[in-house]
């Protein structure tokens, strides 16, 4: 049998792009009252279409979030079916009467990203006892026919709905590479048992945490964008502590900032734009 | 006997947001002397009603400091039931006539945290010993029996009055996650014993010093931040220097910023504004 | 046979200057639409000129990009024959009308260079079969004419025109020098072969994939920069993450931001002015 | 004989703040020459003043510095009684008629200190020689005792005035906490054995270097800071390149920036405000 | 015999300032074209003048060049015999009309330095075998007798006059202080003869690029600076990679930023400040 492929098999699926806001309260609040009740219905309007997303297709939906701390007032998630989409919708923002107001301070691109250690390896190991070689035009074959399948009864997760929970916590990561500790020189089989123990723990919370794991190697800063959508707060930080005694965290893990806001929906962001949270 | 989780219980209390602004004194001493009186009273005013807090339930209230140092020139702390609650705090400030003049630097997002190292062990134990399995509804059965008792009878330090010390010391930390020094992947036993002797550092400080830890995995960017309460403030320093040789703090800790600052009671905010300190 | 040298040789051709805008959508937009037109169309002829580059000699292009996220709106990426013309580049944007709009956030200094790990130990084996001692001018002159001979039939990637794909991947990235795992202490011949696996990868997606590697030891903050060219942005992912697994990267490669854009020819520029990418 | 601590005693000060500033220039410029004068010379009373000191108690110095480079126009340091008295001098500055023009970009909180590594071990071993355990009242009235005799001799150390050298070179350190080279970890006796190393070449520059060691752990970022007086920069060069060299520094040292500026005595505060240095 | 110091000695000659600043192209041509000519010319003749530099004693001269990319538009070099005179300089170009123009974005403080390491090994050695000891009066009297004679034939290189080719390329850089791989740690013979290798690298360029070294520790944030002229860039990186492999540079050096410009003599500044490289 021939040496198999290290590299886990992906799937990809929606383009996201993440946009973080300060809002210029101060040159808001001056405006007259008409004025800011013309520019927030305005951007409403436009985020309640983003909201419904598209009606057939792909959902390529959008949320707005409500964010704590220095580190912005607002938050934008956009799914999209492509990278040029994103592009699209940042464009089409810059042009709004309350642009003016938002300072992009921070944004992170990525695509939603299945990695399937387990299939992989299955797949992998059916090619080569039918006498494949990695990388000949029949492997090839072979993997896009196994991959297709797989793919189609994904397609919800690779092109989600954003979940409707009052919370979302965002955080970019990357995988490990010291000088003696390196995620990347670790073999295929140690890494899958690795990423499995830590999916355990995952679905311990998967009733009161949704999930949505993007990949930005080659698109942004880190390699892997994490979402947490939850009502309750405190269980993002009870899933990430529980994890990070698992060995692909302790070990493998470095994390980069975490931004932590409040959904505010369509149809209260008028409301916020008067400075409540619904 | 089972093998026992190596995740310590964690008693989550109040949200917790620090808030560092610096201040705009060129701008605001253009101000006509009664504006500034106007703005800064109706600022008194909420931050009155903000140390006051609740009248039953939780004390959540907020404390305003005097900063030293470029880092800011005013710091905020709130305490509250939820992150929403603290977003409100955040939405309520930005839409006060004194807002134009503070510059949002720096904050952080936590919640308080009681990490039970001694009776995660002796819980664990008793549970295993009565044949129960980690994970199973009878476990976690026990485990919310055992711990509720324990959070009654903690619920003054998980949702603490603000201490009226003069100086606040304020840091974030994370646990070292090294190539070879990795505080995860030590044994729980190990852990507990080292988290035994810092405490008892500690407790020979606590009629000068007063401690509250939050935790801030997965809402914002330190594992930790530790607030320290003390009338003298070359005792943080002696505490600290002490701690930095105990082997949790001396091979484990890495430590972020530091924030030094000076209560300002509301009594003393309007004079603060006018410039001098109390 | 003496003591071969250990520095692979390299050819250099266009030096290469990346600016990264962000674009003051705000005070644009509230010029009146005449002004705006006249502005971009103004740029828009002196792109068309830097897209058409020189019609003799080297291709010397110029190219826009609408640039995804907080890290920029519009990327220039401009190739010339010296650093010189680079630099003059810059004087003729900075004294265009459209100049006060564009915020310079980020730029990257290099020069197109090809690393001939494969024929320099060839040409240091021939030229020390033939009795030379390197340093000495025989091995000089026998180096520089072994190199002309190469440098020729390479003209066409020395001096690159810009690949016509739809979107750029940008990145600058070193060769890690680490306390125990060093990039510039390992044998040429290990680096070789570590390089020689890098490059099979490559080849495997070089039917989607243009790459155009810069060299900027002594000219900017890393080694070196890394242009991806391809029409599917996904696949900047996939070879990157391939990649990531082989020896060089996994083990010896360090990254920097990366820059993901769409191609804006110049005969969409005044649209993307308008705010719509084509 | 109990195990003795390994924690030295340290004796602390004054309260010093460090404020680094840069001018603006261009609004300065265009002032009439009469507000200029009118701005200088109410900032000069105040200087001059503050130069002085307390006619009675400690000295409670400040001093100006016109520093050199990007990271400031201007240093004040300031040394008091309390880090209370500290901000009500950052207040008192920032009521000036100048303060518009000085931009605050960086700062230094700490305590003047005296490790006494040598006197330390010393008293551990007295008082453990009468049977005294450490921790017990016995004990700690014992290093009370002991210390305030050191207090009493060393008293200009730690209440100092400001050498009137022409030249002032500050920065912060750390000692290094490695994943194998900690300081913290190392024992009591060995830390005091590299200590004195270190002061032996200290010692040797007395003549023409003046140094105040201040502590910053719990107070700022850093665990110490360094300020060095003396009339010929180059000498401080000459000091800290031959510290490299020895154990404490080579091995444990991490340094922060450097600082370096030329004072300014309030007698020539007015002439700088001018554009002239004396 | 006795131990010989580890410390090479080190000889200074004039101090340095580099100062890079971004030019504000926007608010500049918006001045009428006779109030741009009139302050260019006025800062030419400024710069005309330190272009000369002295007429007796040392050069002590300044030079302009053209910056390429977003690290600063304009660097200025400047020499002097003291760091007040430095200072001097600074408020002397902040005086000018030219400076409101002018956004000081980078510096870097040092003095030239010339390490002798291959001398001090010697002196060292005959002062011991004299009977004298390191540290002595005689000793001292010893270096400084052997030290003169060498600084007085090296005054040329001590106090250079600025070369006048093309290009500039100037970084700051340290040796490595790792937990295993130290510089300072090692053997004065091995730092010798490491820095003997390096240097024959740096001869074989002679002929193409002068270099001059300057030390900054004490003086500002890296421990040297150097500085590179050339009339063709593509040989600072030929030389820099080829170094990267000797072991003074694979191992124990790290490097700061890296600060590309084109030399603009006085002759032709005023046609740079129209926007065109002569």
């Known amino acids: 049998m021939p040496e198999l492929p290290q590299v886990p098999i992906t799937l990809e699926g929606s383009s996201v792009l993440h946009q973080m806001f300060r809002f210029d309260w101060t040159a808001w609040n001056k405006l007259p009252a008409t ?27 959008s949320a707005l979030f409500s964010q704590i701390g220095h580190k912005g007032d607002l938050t934008l998630i956009h799914f999209r079916d492509s990278m040029e989409d994103l592009n699209r919708v940042e464009l089409e923002l810059a042009q709004t009467g309350i642009y003016p107001y938002l300072q992009l301070v921070h944004s992170y691109l ?39 399948r797989t793919a189609g009864s994904l397609a919800s997760r690779l092109y989600p709905t954003i979940p409707p929970a009052k919370y979302l916590c965002f955080y970019p990561m990357d995988r490990k590479r010291g000088e003696t500790v390196n995620w990347y020189a670790e073999t295929m089989a140690d890494r899958r048992a690795m990423m499995h123990e830590h999916m355990l723990i995952g679905r311990r919370y998967a009733d009161s945490v949704r999930q949505i794991i993007t990949g930005s190697i080659g698109l942004d800063d880190w390699e892997w964008g994490v979402d947490l959508f939850a009502d309750e707060p405190v269980i993002f930080k009870k899933l990430i502590y529980e994890m990070r005694f698992d060995k692909v965290s302790a070990v493998y893990a470095t994390f980069g900032q975490f931004f932590l806001s409040v959904r505010v929906p369509a149809a209260n962001a008028a409301q916020w734009f008067e400075g409540t949270l619904a």
Chains 1, 2, 3, 4, 5 share one sequence.
Request: glycine residues 10%; charged residues 25%; proline residues 5%.
């Open 35 to 61: 004025d800011r009740a013309a520019l927030a219905n305005a951007f409403t309007e436009m985020l309640a279409r983003w909201e419904r997303g598209s009606s057939e297709g792909h959902p390529n939906q």
């Open 110 to 148: 990525s695509v939603v990203e299945l990695g399937l250690y387990e299939s992989s390896e299955k797949l992998y190991t059916q090619l080569a006892e039918k006498g494949l070689e990695p990388g000949t035009p029949e492997w090839n074959a072979g993997l896009t026919e196994g991959t297709a």
